[in-house]
């Protein structure tokens, strides 16, 4: 796909904070290892009233998917689709919402969250089930898109609030088609229980370690705007509105989820979390996935990206045995190491 006036650069990892020039990884090994260059464009006009952040480019895709993902940049729930699809080498655009009028995202009228992934006129919702469908995509070749998510019924349901939503009872399961050895059952029972935990505990310890105190939420979302590239998505007074008003309400949100969830001192959960990811993963692997990264792996890894530029993530998670994984990580997702389940697919339908 051609963008006019888009600038294009060969970089040897999807870089997705790169374009913030200071919000650069400075704790992380040597990026001599990475070895699977892909084409990164960045549209500096829009099109039809919609201005892309920038565009993956895969030309070994073989998916035919077409995907735009609406995000946050810095949201757990968006880091997480992004490492499942730089790893697997899809191709996709991207396009970074106002978190406060959202208005890139107006053509989902039952909908407004994100993230929001969509294949023409098809929306996937919700990360963990965008993840599973994708996942199961790749290992279905006879079934398409739309075939994998009738594979994913909605169950109406209230939330805790009592308010009606829809919820997805098999969102962690992924659709293989085949009756598998007990071995693969255990690992996939694993796989889902550690993704199911990211979702249901890791994510929530995020903001109460970032969003502390008002000065600790004013510096996160000023990162925010760097890493988001808000300057070039957004005119300036959805910047400081985005900015200063997301900041209120995030310092205060966080306090409400660490009452909500009895966290009592939040730098010790997040601690605590890592060293139960890395006992599940033993001393005898490399991933909770074994030689490669599980969908529980990315999962992770994506959520904790959210948060690479805050004093959380240098005060724990560079200071726990994790980082290591981390890096491990790191380098597997940019270099695409998944991307040959990919390259090799061929539509059946």
């Not at 006009?45 to 952040?53: E, K």
């Not at 929530?204 to 979302?221: A, C, G, K, Q």
């Not at 998670?317 to 994984?325: G, M, Q, S, V, Y």
Request: aromatic share 12%; with cysteine; charged share 25%.
């Amino acid at each position: 796909m051609r963008f006019w006036g888009a600038r294009t650069v060969q970089i040897g990892s999807v870089a997705w904070f790169s374009w913030g020039g200071s919000a650069t990884k400075t704790d992380e090994p040597s990026n001599k290892l990475r070895t699977c260059p892909i084409q990164v464009q960045q549209p500096e006009q829009a099109q039809n009233d919609v201005l892309l952040s920038r565009t993956i480019v895969n030309h070994l895709d073989r998916s035919n998917l077409k995907l735009r993902l609406y995000q946050y940049e810095t949201c757990p729930f968006c880091c997480k689709v992004r490492a499942f699809l730089d790893y697997y080498g899809f191709s996709y655009e991207i396009v970074e919402v106002n978190p406060v009028t959202r208005s890139q995202i107006k053509f989902s009228t039952d909908y407004k969250k994100v993230p929001i992934v969509r294949s023409g006129e098809t929306n996937l919702t919700e990360s963990s089930l965008i993840i599973s469908q994708l996942a199961t995509y790749i290992q279905r070749p006879d079934k398409s898109l739309n075939d994998i998510i009738e594979m994913y019924p909605g169950v109406n349901s209230t939330n805790e609030k009592g308010k009606p939503m829809i919820s997805y009872p098999n969102r962690f399961f992924i659709m293989k088609g085949q009756i598998e050895p007990e071995s693969d059952m255990a690992a996939a029972r694993e796989e889902r229980e550690w993704r199911e935990w990211v979702d249901n505990w890791f994510i929530h310890l995020i903001s109460p370690n970032v969003y502390r105190t008002w000065d600790e939420s004013l510096e996160t979302f000023r990162w925010f705007e760097i890493v988001g590239d808000w300057h070039r998505a957004f005119p300036a007074w959805e910047r400081i509105l985005a900015v200063y008003i997301g900041a209120a309400a995030m310092y205060i949100l966080s306090k409400t989820l660490k009452k909500k969830h009895n966290i009592v001192d939040e730098r010790e959960e997040l601690r605590k979390a890592c060293r139960d990811f890395m006992a599940a993963i033993g001393p005898n692997r490399q991933f909770l996935g074994g030689d490669k990264p599980s969908l529980a792996d990315l999962s992770l890894y994506g959520a904790m990206n959210s948060f690479y530029g805050c004093s959380a993530f240098k005060e724990v998670i560079l200071t726990e045995k994790i980082a290591d994984w981390y890096y491990r990580m790191d380098k597997v997702v940019k270099n695409h190491e998944g991307r040959k389940q990919l390259e090799v697919r061929r539509n059946q339908v």
